[in-house]
């Protein structure tokens, strides 16, 4: 990807209702808005990490949390949002692996130790599929 261009995400689409029925009530359950990003884009630095940001209806601080050398995340402060990724494209060309690959594993990883924020996880896993990976090369991958 060789732009910053933000890509406006479809809300509705990320955020279809969970049904659940007790006593024979169906109730329709939907994540908050707020717990769902409007937008994302994702980019190379001049270091070579790739950079992943998302935006949400209202923002917050961030704090970092290194996994490895070569992956970091911002998540929010209060909310555990996933605010911004990093990626070191670099390392990961030298090991042979997929940089979306180790992306989505820290993202799954990080669903297991914030729990509660496991949908939000989810969400945001699947933006980064469906716009980064090799075959929407219309909206960007790594390979551009």
């Not at 992943?52 to 970092?64: A, D, K, L, W």
């Amino acid at each position: 990807m060789k732009n910053q261009d933000w890509v406006i995400l479809d809300v509705e689409d990320l955020n279809p209702p969970q049904i659940e029925e007790t006593d024979g009530v169906c109730t329709r359950i939907f994540l908050s808005p707020y717990d769902i990003p409007i937008a994302v884009r994702g980019y190379f630095n001049k270091s070579g990490w790739f950079i992943i940001e998302f935006q949400y209806i209202v923002g917050e601080s961030v704090r970092s949390e290194h996994l490895g050398c070569d992956l970091v995340l911002y998540i929010g402060k209060n909310s555990r949002r996933l605010y911004q990724l990093k990626a070191d494209y670099n390392q990961t060309v030298v090991l042979g692996v997929s940089v979306l690959g180790i992306i989505t594993k820290a993202i799954t990883a990080i669903g297991q130790k914030y729990p509660k924020r496991k949908a939000n996880y989810d969400v945001v896993k699947r933006v980064i599929l469906d716009t980064f990976s090799p075959r929407k090369s219309e909206k960007g991958n790594l390979d551009d």
